[in-house]
């Protein structure tokens, strides 16, 4: 089984950055997707990024057109810990952000597709 663990969430003003970390744990994947989910109060979860790989080179990013171009999605295969650097922070990115793991480098941005998932980290932008 995969343990998945977020941390690097915390309070920041608008327009500031963080870099959310999630390390993952157990079974290993030679080819696989990681992603991030956000879940806002009282709204359901949905996707924010995804990196796949295959046989430990990228095969695809994906971004919601939310983030493009604010933050990126990255992968430390040697620590086995996917990141996401978040810039130009907003308030309406406040949310708890899950990272998910599945073994599939296609699926992706969809949550159903997900086996595995962490506790979240809490992100909160004030104005």
């Known amino acids: 089984q995969v343990q998945l663990v977020e941390s690097g969430g915390g309070l920041v003003q608008a327009g500031g950055s963080l870099r959310l970390s999630c390390a993952a744990s157990?079974?290993?994947?030679?080819?696989?997707?990681m992603g991030w989910f956000l879940q806002a109060p009282g709204k359901e979860r949905e996707f924010v990024a995804a990196i796949s790989w295959t046989r430990g080179n990228i095969y695809a990013t994906d971004y919601a057109d939310s983030v493009k171009g604010r933050f990126t999605i990255s992968r430390d295969n040697a620590k086995n810990t996917m990141y996401l650097q978040m810039n130009s922070l907003k308030p309406e990115d406040t949310a708890v952000y899950f990272c998910?793991?599945?073994?599939?480098?296609?699926?992706?941005?969809?949550?159903?597709?997900?086996?595995?998932w962490g506790q979240g980290t809490q992100v909160t932008v004030s104005s």
């Open positions: 998910a793991a599945n073994s599939n480098p296609t699926a992706r941005t969809s949550r159903a597709f997900y086996d595995y």
């Open positions: 157990g079974r290993t994947f030679s080819s696989g997707a």
